[in-house]
């Protein structure tokens, strides 16, 4: 596998970057992998949840009218929604953490500044610090 030269990187970064302390980056790799167990926990909390009212559906259905069938449809489909967004955000809390294990995670994209720790714990996703989200927001 042949790797092209990387230009697509390249001028993107401010030629002056702040630099994160190695106890900082450890901070927020903790605070990722705390997100993405917890994630995992209630990702397979809500499968176990819909393999339950699958079996629902197959056992007690035979007395069940149309009303009650379509809830427990609509109930299944609900949690199946939800177990695929939360396996997104475990998606994006792994992504996060390549990207932090490559440095370069948790910078603001539009003022090159660290993205507080705080704030990266709460939002693994993102991608601006506080000021300039709110920039972004008034807008
Ligand atoms: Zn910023």
Redesign the pocket.
Known sequence: MAKPADTRTAGRKPAAKATRSVAETEKIRAALAARRDELRAEYDQTLSEITELQRDRLTDSAGDDQADTGTKTFEREQEISLANSIRERITQVERALERLDEGGYGW?E??G?PIPVERLAAFPSAT??V??KQLEERR
């Open positions: 603001c539009r003022c500044n601006l610090c000021t300039c």
